[in-house]
């Protein structure tokens, strides 16, 4: 017989192995949930984007609505710096560049971006980053975002020796496990 003390030691371990068995793979799911932003935000340039290409500084600060599973929002602001060659009004291609993301929940995620794809036409610039989380949730994984930009100003800035020097726009961030 087990006695008093060992039924409650053998009740304690079943209801602890039934526990564990309960949260892990719930646990295990949410570690692997893609994560999708969308939001939006400000960006400066520096120098002033004109028609003359030049090397140009990207400053942004994004705001985002997050979620990584069904039922579960988070908000998020940011901010990205990177470095655009040979940037114009007619061109910009970001070279690479580094956000961090600030969720309410306290988390955050550093991402470094190596490779960019954009078109402009009519003032509005499409822009998509890729990159890798290095730190932070999601460490790891590859992290895609989508910009679309509007001037802040008239798009005649960009004959000015100023140049264009703000723009609007919408943002989508994707953290994806696989």
Known sequence: MFGRYGVRVS?????????S???APAAQAHARAPLSCSGRE??????????????????????YTCTDRPGHVVSATGTIEGVSPGASCLALVTAGGRETVYY???????????????????????LQLLGTVVEGRGKGH??????????????TDCLT????????AGVELEIDPS
């Open 11 to 19: 009740l304690c371990a079943m209801a602890l192995a039934a526990t």
């Open 21 to 23: 068995l309960g949260w």
């Open 42 to 63: 400000s960006t400066s340039y520096s120098p002033g984007l004109t028609l003359e290409p030049r090397d140009v500084g990207i400053e942004a600060h994004p705001t």
């Open 104 to 126: 309410a929940d306290g988390g955050e995620s550093v991402i470094v971006y190596t490779s960019s794809v954009g078109t402009r036409a009519l003032g509005a610039h499409t």
């Open 142 to 155: 590859r992290a895609v975002r989508g910009i679309q930009t509007l001037p802040g100003s008239l798009p």
């Open 161 to 168: 020796s100023d140049g264009l020097r703000q723009a609007f």
